[in-house]
């Protein structure tokens, strides 16, 4: 089973700023089949990215992105309200599929 | 685009059976190029895949729930199930059903809390 780690648990930043949250696996991610997702309170997860660099549908240009080796890098440029909430990675190159445990950006 | 919406009761007894079921709409679920999978998000915590399963009935689990689940397609009411046996208090969760392109969850259902308890 490949681990997902994310760091750090927390992000605080303020709104305009920039962020970088990371997921390091534990293994190789097969075809970089990585995926990030959104969660605010009281809502289901929302698709970022996909492919580890792809974004889904109607996600703004400040998200993206990337990848080296095993690590995996969300990057948010210019920090609007309603991004503030839970980032979540997984994998699902390799089953069992498997989530990180989660970033959590909040308001400084 | 798809829109799903699972249903199933709220309160399940331990040792019992949770079952719910996710009803698409705005795609057919045996024509779709979408996989169809169930992810759980226990209260304040993380979320965990518990299944996935194919237009054709393809399925795949999560080995630490595989014993205890069975997940199902009836595309004659574009629905989707999962069925998870001998429930505890651990099983407490929000259930979300999706849809998935490959293995990323592009399609979600609003979640429905799963409470196991006597």
């Known amino acids: 089973e490949i681990v997902l780690t994310q760091s750090p648990g927390t992000l605080s930043l303020s709104p305009g700023e920039g962020g970088t949250l990371s997921c390091r696996a534990s293994?190789?991610?097969?075809?970089?089949?990585l995926a990030w997702y959104q969660q605010k309170p009281g809502q289901a997860p929302r698709l970022l990215i996909y492919?580890?660099?792809t974004r889904a549908d109607g996600v703004p240009v400040r998200f993206s992105g990337s990848v080296s080796g095993a690590d995996f890098t969300l990057s948010i440029g210019r920090l609007e309200p309603e991004d503030f909430a839970v980032y979540y990675c997984q994998q699902y190159g390799s089953s069992p599929w498997t989530f990180g445990q989660g970033t959590k950006v909040d308001i400084k | 685009q798809p829109q799903l919406q699972g249903s199933g009761p709220g309160l399940v007894k331990p040792s019992e059976t949770l079952s719910l079921t996710c009803t698409v709409s705005g795609a057919s679920i045996g024509g779709a190029s979408y996989h169809w999978g169930w992810i759980r998000q226990p209260p304040g915590k993380g979320l965990e895949w518990i299944a996935t399963?194919?237009?054709?009935?393809?399925?795949d689990y999560n080995p630490s729930l595989r014993s205890r689940v069975t997940v199902s397609v009836d595309t004659s009411n574009n629905q989707f199930s999962l069925r998870l046996d001998s429930v505890t208090a651990a099983d407490t969760a929000v259930y979300y059903c999706?849809?998935?392109?490959?293995?990323?969850?592009?399609?979600w259902g609003r979640g429905t809390l799963v409470t196991v308890s006597s």
């Open positions: 492919g580890a660099s």
């Open positions: 293994q190789t991610v097969s075809s970089n089949y």
């Open positions: 399963i194919s237009r054709t009935g393809r399925s």
């Open positions: 999706a849809g998935l392109i490959v293995g990323a969850a592009k399609y």
